[in-house]
């Protein structure tokens, strides 16, 4: 659709302008009186060339991130609130944003609204921005007619999703920073720094110790096949990338980053917390059980995870209880189960779900603490084995090299 400006006054009489995609003028005057504003001038903008984009226009293309969604839904929260009507809501949210998918799919929902249809049938056009949980939570609001609270509780969560990714993130950037800084070290000894002893020994006639022999060996290989290397690494990324997205490499790769030594179990339990808190959500804001359990299977963001989590639909549907259903799938500790347990008796599984994420909350932060203190022991190790070979290829023949000298 054609992109027209405008000018006009709002109820206030203040002079506005901005930007709407629109069919026609007309179609842009409908749209600026249903949300307050009387139009002075509306004129179609020509397109502009690929060259006039700016750097910042460009980034602002890639998919809405954790942050953008918690604004929207906070902004949708305090609006409706407010008593401001939807298209009015959106419209200003347009206008706004700083995302130009998100903008895009606003604009789409604006004029899906406007033909009859419902925010949720809007919001489940846009599957790569809005997940499973937040239709649901969003149609389930609809149909109770607290719409404005089904938003607060999205909000809420994908601000404590936000918050735990990044204290696993925060955790594991020292850890990588020195592993690639080992790496790049390691390269450059190789590549520059032995070959520059190994024209040294050569032309003494001395027995250098094996791990001389070792290092050298090492550094040749290094020298001539360097481009193989470089090309099995970039060929292997790129197949490892390409399998991971097929259903059953997912699958894979979900089940095995759980037992990563040291970061898998912080994984599975933030993973836990998610399911939990999301599943207490759904039941909170009065989504059926089943029906809460096929929408957080599919929003826990981990292949193996949901298909225990399908397992334990399938036993509800069997007649089973939930605390039975969570114990065959040992996902949960034995203190959870009880929690479960005492949920149902009490019918309070909601509440019981929250405490169980606030469990596993309390366990991934802890964890995350001392993750670093954890791993610097095996960096140093790895640090110290591989300075003391250095020093022994390096020194032991300059060493003999002196005595021969002297």
Known sequence: MPLFSYKGRNARGVL???????????????????????????????????????????????????????????QMYTLMKS????????????????????????????SYLESGRDLSSSLARHPGI??????????????????EESFFRISEYLGREKETRERIKAALRYPTFV????????????????????????????????????????SDFFVEWWPVLLAGIIGTIIAAKTYVQTENGRYQWDHYKLK?????????????????????????????????????????????????????????????????TAGLTRMFTPLVIQMLAVGEETGKVDDMMEEVADYYDREVDYDIKNLSSAIEPVLIVAIGAMVLILALGVFLPMWDLAKIAG
């Open 179 to 218: 592993i690639v800084a080992i790496a790049i070290a390691i390269a450059i000894i190789n590549i520059f720094v032995i070959p520059a002893f190994a024209a040294l020994f050569d032309k003494f006639s001395v027995e250098l110790p094996w791990q001389t022999r070792f290092l050298m060996a090492t």
């Open 130 to 147: 809005f997940s499973p949980l937040y239709i649901s939570m969003v149609k389930v609001g609809e149909e109770t007619g607290r719409l």
């Open 83 to 110: 008593g401001v009507p939807m298209l009015k809501s959106i419209s200003g949210l347009i206008q706004s944003s700083r995302n130009f998918k998100l903008i895009a799919a606003l604009k789409e929902m604006m």
């Open 260 to 324: 990563i030594p040291l970061v898998g179990d912080i994984i599975y339990r933030a993973t836990l917390a998610r399911f939990a808190r999301s599943f207490a959500m759904g039941l909170k804001s009065g989504v059926p059980l089943i029906q809460a359990m096929t929408v957080v299977s599919r929003s826990v963001d981990n292949e193996f995870i949901s298909d225990k989590v399908l397992e334990m639909r399938n036993g509800i549907e069997r007649g089973e209880s939930l605390t039975r």
């Open 16 to 74: 506005v302008n901005g930007e709407i995609d629109a069919g026609t003028i007309d179609s842009v005057a409908s749209q600026l009186f249903n949300i307050g504003i009387t139009p002075i001038d509306i004129t179609e903008r020509k397109e502009t060339s690929s060259s006039e984009i700016s750097l910042s226009s460009y980034k602002n293309r890639k998919a809405p991130t954790l942050d953008d969604l918690v604004l929207f839904s906070r």
